[in-house]
């Protein structure tokens, strides 16, 4: 039997933000993935400044992918609007796996089936014994699974299904495009470039909804992937993956004697734009301080309207997080203001 004093199940934002605070407490941390990072994540890895803030990310020593789009171009119908802010755009298989490098914790691969009490803390498939518990794994979080779903039920309106793709795409773009509506989809379709030549694209509708008016996410993508071919990605061969995820919903329970959830295994992501990282994020800072600081587990305000977060940066209340990257993105360009691409390789 291995034992811990947390045992953190899920390597994604959520757990190695916690991994990371807990580990800089110098408390002793587990951290199991089913996975082997770097992992594939299905996400459009598009992060904002207050991301960037809260994980202490100097953008100027991040040693992967990192683009800043001076404006995220949002269309509806003929309508096309530039919204100039500041936001970025990373590739989750290299963020994951640097976020849990840097959080210094030790990880075990290990697909967590079964979770059981035992005193004050817990037994995890009979192998690894802890005193706390983080659920950190994703919307099929066992954590959830096997401890709170009976008090937190999932809300069948707010189950998001997406459809995406991330190729290694010599994109001309550099901006942000997002799509709303399109054909009457209940969500949102986008164009997201990665630096040095990848790309992600994808869709993502209530599924709820998407049913009440017998369409199929399918038909969307095609109506993307013709979008992308006439104008931002001509001969892009794209293959998608779907994946499933919840907005914000109730969420009362979030802690259970000394066990947590947190991320999309409490179903945080915003209900606007479906942004999960930041709460992710949040969640996994609060989770490790109610560890170590004891202060009361809530998670009432992690998740608000990206929307105002975009708002936000237009008004350059972010300015110290937006100038970083861009003195690090005119350093590698010699200063491009069509969007902010770094050099190839
Ligand atoms: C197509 C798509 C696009 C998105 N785009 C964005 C975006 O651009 N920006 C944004 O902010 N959000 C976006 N999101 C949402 C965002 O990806 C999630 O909200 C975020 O990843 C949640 O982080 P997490 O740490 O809670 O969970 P995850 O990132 O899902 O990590 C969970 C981890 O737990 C592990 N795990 C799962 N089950 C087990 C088990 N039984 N045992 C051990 N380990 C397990 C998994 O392997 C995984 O590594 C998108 C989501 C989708 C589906």
Not at 117 to 134: A, H, K, M, T
């Amino acid at each position: 039997m291995r034992n811990c004093e947390v045992l953190i199940v899920g390597g994604g934002p959520a757990g190695s933000t916690a991994a990371w605070q807990l580990r800089r407490a110098g408390v002793d941390v587990l951290l199991l993935d089913r996975e082997r990072f770097p992992r594939l994540k299905l996400c459009a890895g598009w992060i904002t400044p207050e991301v960037v803030r809260e994980l202490a990310m100097d953008l100027a020593s991040y040693p992967h992918r990192l683009l800043t789009f001076p404006r995220l171009r949002m269309h509806s119908g003929r309508w096309q609007l530039p919204v100039p802010c500041v936001q970025y755009s990373i590739r989750r298989f290299e963020f994951d796996a640097w976020l849990l490098e840097r959080s210094g914790a030790e990880v075990v691969q290990h697909n967590v089936r079964h979770i059981e009490r035992e005193g004050d803390g817990y037994i995890v498939d009979g192998e690894f014994r802890c005193r706390y518990l983080i659920g950190a794994g994703g919307t099929r979080c066992p954590v959830y699974r096997e401890l709170f779903r009976e008090l937190n039920p999932r809300e069948s309106g707010l189950q998001i299904v997406t459809l995406e793709h991330e190729i290694a795409y010599d994109w001309s773009d550099a901006d942000c495009h997002l799509w709303f509506f399109e054909q009457g989809l209940p969500g949102y379709s986008w164009y997201v470039p990665k630096e040095r030549g990848w790309l992600n694209v994808g869709v993502g509708a209530i599924a709820a909804r998407l049913k009440a008016r017998g369409q199929d996410i399918r038909s969307h993508w095609a109506h993307l992937i013709g979008t992308l071919e006439r104008r931002l990605a001509p001969g892009a061969q794209f293959d998608p993956t779907g994946y499933s995820y919840y907005l914000r919903g109730k969420v009362e329970v979030v802690r259970r004697e000394n066990a947590f959830i947190t991320g999309d295994a409490a179903g945080l992501a915003s209900r606007d734009l479906g942004e999960g990282i930041g709460p992710a994020i949040r969640s996994g800072l609060r989770a490790a301080r109610a560890i170590v600081a004891n202060e009361p587990y809530h998670l009432d305000d992690v998740t608000g309207l990206s929307i105002s977060s975009i708002a936000r940066s237009m008004f350059g209340r972010l300015a110290p997080a937006a100038s970083g990257a861009g003195q690090r993105a005119r350093a590698a360009t010699g200063g491009n203001e069509h969007g902010l691409r770094h050099g190839d390789q």
